[in-house]
């Protein structure tokens, strides 16, 4: 058994990113750049108005204006702008010669067709300068960003209508257990229904990869090999729930190293989440995962989900806060890391909500947040800062 930390490190190490390819703009959102976005041109590219208004010199406010021409947005100035001159301009337009401020529309009044007078004591200079934003050349997105709505807008503006991604690995999902039949189905006396493959599928669905659900396994060594045969070949990363443990009909293992799968652990000092496996193929990663579904739950977030980003070159971290908790927290064993399903109340205060073990998968859907115990802490005093993970 190790501890989570190596585990971690482990996945990560021997996570290699898949391939690259080109896809359309529009097609990029959730996707991973797999190159830097530099920009073509200065932003903005001319000095503009901010506002809707008048262009005119900063020492001229106090006078009678007369204003030489409209300047609309996307047209160029005809006139460079003297002594108590102006322009009528609007927002985004180019700022004619000759001037230093824009005085808003709101704050002149019109003395005749042609000429306004400023009814305030001052004016901000209402201009975007040129290349105040961004500069030609300039590095604006690096390989590895997740590609947000405000990532695609910035690419848009400097002139990329296709950009180079890292590919979406496929991800074999078996989900082992003879007792477990599908939502659809009334379960019997010994059966129960099958939550984690759909739970997981939406966890690889989150992190953008590409999710191939193999069923329900039967527990016997002949229906486990074929299966685990069949994903490891059409697949980059295999996971299976269940049949990791130390029960009778628990194959998941032993099948895997019969099918060349190098395990590099099989137990993790985490609490839920003991009973985890990780190995590496020729063709395929393999994880098998607790058959409990706040364990997979749990496992797949802190240990899977990170293996995942950084297949597909993604280098931003997931954001643990600090926050203090709000009671007393005791626990009676210690050797393992804890992991504490909570809610944040009005204070922003960490409040652990009820919690029977890994079966209860309705304290993850209670829960904003988790926070870890680490080994050999038994008791937590409220105040203390803990460092908590959005769920």
């Not at 129960?192 to 069923?215: E, F, T």
């Amino acid at each position: 058994m190790i501890l989570f930390e190596e585990a971690l490190k482990l996945v990560l190490h021997n996570a290699k990113i898949i391939d690259i390819e080109s896809v359309k703009l529009v097609d990029s959102l959730n996707r991973v750049l797999a190159h830097d976005i530099i920009s073509d041109i200065d932003m903005p590219p001319f000095n503009k108005s901010a506002v809707d208004g008048y262009a005119c010199k900063i020492s001229d406010i106090k006078n009678i204006l007369e204003v030489v021409e409209i300047i609309p947005a996307g047209c160029v100035p005809k006139k460079a702008i003297n002594e108590n001159q102006c322009s009528k301009i609007m927002t985004g337009a180019i700022v004619p010669e000759g001037t230093d401020c824009i005085i808003m529309v709101e704050h002149v009044v019109n003395i005749d067709d042609n000429k306004i007078k400023f009814n305030k004591e001052n004016t901000g200079v209402n201009i975007a300068y040129k290349a105040e934003d961004i500069v030609k050349g300039s590095v604006l997105l690096t390989n590895g960003t997740l590609i947000k709505p405000q990532q695609i807008a910035i690419m848009a503006s400097v002139g990329y209508s296709k950009v180079k991604v890292y590919k979406q690995p496929k991800i074999g999902v078996l989900v082992t257990g003879t007792e477990l039949v599908e939502p659809e189905q009334i379960p019997n006396e010994c059966q129960i229904r099958n939550s984690n493959a759909w739970q997981l599928i939406s966890q690889i669905k989150k992190v953008n990869a590409i999710p191939v659900y193999y069923g329900i396994i039967e527990d016997t060594e002949e229906k486990l090999d074929l299966a685990i045969k069949k994903a490891i070949a059409e697949n980059d990363v295999v996971i299976l729930t269940g049949g990791v443990s130390m029960g009778d009909f628990d194959f998941v293992p032993k099948i895997l190293k019969q099918n060349n799968v190098n395990l590099l652990f099989e137990k993790i000092k985490i609490q839920p989440g003991k009973p985890t496996v990780f190995g590496v193929h020729d063709n395929a990663y393999v994880f098998g995962l607790p058959g409990n579904p706040v364990s997979s739950f749990v496992v797949f977030e802190f240990l899977v989900k990170p293996f995942l980003q950084k297949l597909m070159g993604i280098n931003e971290n997931n954001l643990n806060l600090l926050l203090p908790l709000g009671v007393d927290f005791k626990r009676k064993k210690a050797e393992r890391l804890m992991w504490v399903p909570s809610k944040i109340n009005e204070k922003g205060e960490v409040i652990p909500v009820e919690y029977h073990g890994s079966a209860h998968v309705i304290s993850i859907c209670e829960a904003d947040v988790i926070f870890p115990i680490n080994i050999d802490i038994f008791e937590m005093k409220k105040g203390e800062l803990v460092n908590v993970r959005q769920l």
